[in-house]
């Protein structure tokens, strides 16, 4: 079982960077693929970015792709997601999710509650 909690979402301007979190529970957090996921208003949740368990590898999509980086800190048992160029269409409830694979088709076993990034214009 991981629980996870995200934090680091606000209220940031257009152009502007957040950082998100997401502190895992359990031991097993480093065996874990960990992705980002978010879900705007009146749409599906759509997948934002993914990470290796061992960090090595990682996966965009391309909305976010060179705007956005996903990285990880086993000893921590938390993942980040570094996001600059923030444009209001970036607006959404963020989650984090653990799971099997780093591929953005992979299947997530467990999920955050979520944390709001609101971009003004």
């Known amino acids: 079982q991981v629980q996870l909690v995200e934090s680091g979402g606000g209220l940031v301007q257009a152009g502007g960077s957040l950082r998100l979190s997401c502190a895992a529970s359990?031991?097993?957090?480093?065996?874990?693929?960990m992705g980002w996921f978010r879900q705007a208003p009146g749409k599906e949740r759509e997948f934002v970015a993914a990470?290796?368990?061992?960090?090595?590898?990682?996966s965009y999509a391309d909305s976010v792709k060179g705007r956005s980086t996903i990285s990880r800190d086993n000893a921590k048992n938390t993942v980040y997601l570094q996001m600059n160029s923030l444009k209001p269409e970036d607006t959404a409830v963020y989650y984090c999710?653990?799971?099997?694979?780093?591929?953005?088709?992979?299947?997530?076993?467990?999920w955050g509650k979520g944390t709001l990034v609101t971009v003004s214009s």
């Open positions: 999710a653990a799971g099997s694979s780093w591929r953005p088709s992979g299947v997530m076993d467990y």
């Open positions: 359990g031991r097993t957090f480093s065996t874990y693929a």
């Open positions: 990470i290796s368990w061992s960090g090595v590898s990682a």
